[in-house]
């Protein structure tokens, strides 16, 4: 067994020299669920194809902020692309139903960035499927804007050079039924609102 003894654990250094090892953290998703599994092989090739060490205090929030422009800016760039940026989306015929795009490109197109950790990267990148997590929001581009047709949905991560974007393309006839599931589901949960809302207030 080799020892380092000189290194200090939570540090720079340590989480560099564990980059691409099975600890005993690792060994305990290898031999957990499947899923367990599959996440930890995930975590693994992005530590080994990734520069530097992930910043353990920085939460997905924060990382997005701190990249989307970046993002933004490159996604047009290299598809060129002119896209628009933009605070909020309401639908026309019901302003209570809404989205914050990440960018608008005319009226069909629109951008959707979402600067994982390495691991959901990887995953998003090699599974090229839109995380459950996201489903929704994504659904909620179509519902808001009736004229969309494609979502780019777009994962950033530049500290992995080898492949620092991936795009998927979405498009409105391949989850048409969703859109029309969550646009009802949408209505129905208004009309409760508002139904709760008479007997405490006049509209």
């Known amino acids: 067994m080799k020892t380092f003894d000189k290194i200090i654990q939570q540090t720079d250094e340590w989480f560099q020299k564990r980059k691409?090892?099975?600890?005993?953290?690792?060994?305990?998703?290898?031999?957990?669920?499947?899923?367990?599994?599959?996440e930890a092989i995930y975590e693994m090739i992005g530590d080994i194809l990734a520069e530097g060490v992930e910043d353990q205090s920085e939460n997905a929030m924060a990382r997005g902020n701190r990249l989307e422009g970046e993002a933004r800016a490159?996604?047009?760039?290299?598809?060129?692309?002119?896209?628009?940026?933009?605070?909020?989306?309401?639908?026309?015929?019901?302003?209570?139903?809404?989205?914050?795009p990440d960018g608008l490109i005319g009226e069909n197109e629109a951008l959707e960035i979402k600067c994982m950790g390495r691991k959901n990267h990887v995953k998003f990148w090699l599974t090229n499927k839109?995380?459950?997590?996201?489903?929704w929001q994504v659904i909620q581009y179509f519902i808001v804007n009736p004229k969309l047709e494609k979502l780019y949905f777009v994962g950033y991560h530049p500290e992995i050079t080898i492949h620092p974007m991936h795009i998927l393309e979405v498009k409105r006839d391949s989850i048409q039924t969703k859109i029309l599931t969550a646009e009802k589901a949408q209505?129905?949960?208004?009309?409760?609102?508002?139904?709760?809302?008479?007997?405490?207030?006049?509209?």
């Open 74 to 100: 490159m996604f047009g760039f290299y598809q060129s692309k002119s896209v628009k940026e933009t605070g909020i989306a309401e639908k026309d015929d019901n302003r209570q139903i809404a989205s914050s």
């Open 187 to 203: 209505l129905a949960f208004l009309t409760e609102v508002k139904s709760i809302l008479s007997t405490i207030i006049e509209f």
């Open 130 to 135: 839109v995380p459950d997590e996201y489903e």
């Open 20 to 38: 691409g090892k099975i600890t005993g953290t690792v060994l305990k998703d290898i031999m957990g669920t499947p899923y367990k599994r599959s």
